[in-house]
């Protein structure tokens, strides 16, 4: 069994940026990709970012070039960099491992002036 734990979500004003970073432990040699999906209110879950062991990235559309996604493999950590962030970015962001196999309980991230 893996567990994840995301941290680093908050209240941010448009156009700033937030780190959010996900431990993974338990049973960490079967993770293979990493990644995060959101969820806005009313809104269906998407994808966010995915890297995987080889270090091939996946991007939403919405948030291709803005985001950047990392992994520490020493430390089973990945994270989330957010720039020009908007308020269309607000949600609940959900880390995952090896796509929809595991998922953390989520952290709030809030794009309000």
């Known amino acids: 069994q893996v567990q994840l734990v995301e941290s680093g979500g908050g209240l941010v004003q448009p156009g700033g940026s937030l780190r959010l970073s996900c431990a993974a432990s338990g049973n960490t040699n079967s993770i293979y990709a990493m990644g995060w999906y959101r969820q806005a209110p009313g809104k269906q879950r998407e994808l966010v970012a995915v890297?995987?062991?080889?270090?091939?990235?996946t991007y939403g559309d919405s948030v291709q070039g803005r985001f950047t996604i990392s992994r520490d493999y020493a430390k089973n950590t990945v994270y989330l960099q957010m720039n020009s962030l908007n308020v269309e970015d607000t949600a609940v962001y959900y880390c995952t491992g090896n796509f929809n196999s595991y998922w953390g309980q989520g952290t709030q991230v809030t794009v309000s002036s």
């Open positions: 890297i995987t062991s080889g270090g091939t990235t």
